[in-house]
Nanobody, 118 residues
Framework: VQLVESGGGLVQPGGSLRLSCAASGDASSINAMTWYRQAPGNQRELVARINGGGSTQYAGSVEGRFTISLANSNIAAYLQMNDLKPEDTARYYC?????????????WGQGTQVTVSS
């Protein structure tokens, strides 16, 4: 299983981006998918998590601005980011807890850069 993130980029403060995380391979279902971010000099922090049942969890700093969701028909998750702030600048990583034919596994993507700047 491989995870591929996309959707990062440069955006002005107040703007929006939508990140995608798609799994390829023999994954059959999602236990949970989580977005993390890491800015230079900082530890990696949890941004948002969603489980297979649709329950969500957000960091306080993004509550009300970011929305995590699952795809309807494939193994993928999205992070809609609105009202972006310079402090949201970081590399965003997707983590997936998946079921596959051989059992359960946890996977990381390579990350996608989000830069919020005027």
């Amino acid at each position: 299983v491989q995870l591929v993130e996309s959707g990062g980029g440069l955006v002005q403060p107040g703007g929006s981006l939508r990140l995608s995380c798609a799994a390829s391979g023999d994954a059959s279902s999602i236990n949970a998918m989580t977005w993390y971010r890491q800015a230079p000099g900082n530890q990696r922090e949890l941004v948002a998590r969603i489980n297979g049942g649709g329950s969500t969890q957000y960091a306080g700093s993004v509550e009300g601005r970011f929305t995590i969701s699952l795809a309807n028909s494939n193994i993928a998750a999205y992070l809609q980011m609105n009202d972006l702030k310079p402090e949201d600048t970081a590399r965003y990583y997707c983590n997936a807890d998946l079921m596959r034919g051989s059992g359960r596994g946890t996977y990381w993507g390579q990350g996608t850069q989000v830069t919020v700047s005027s």
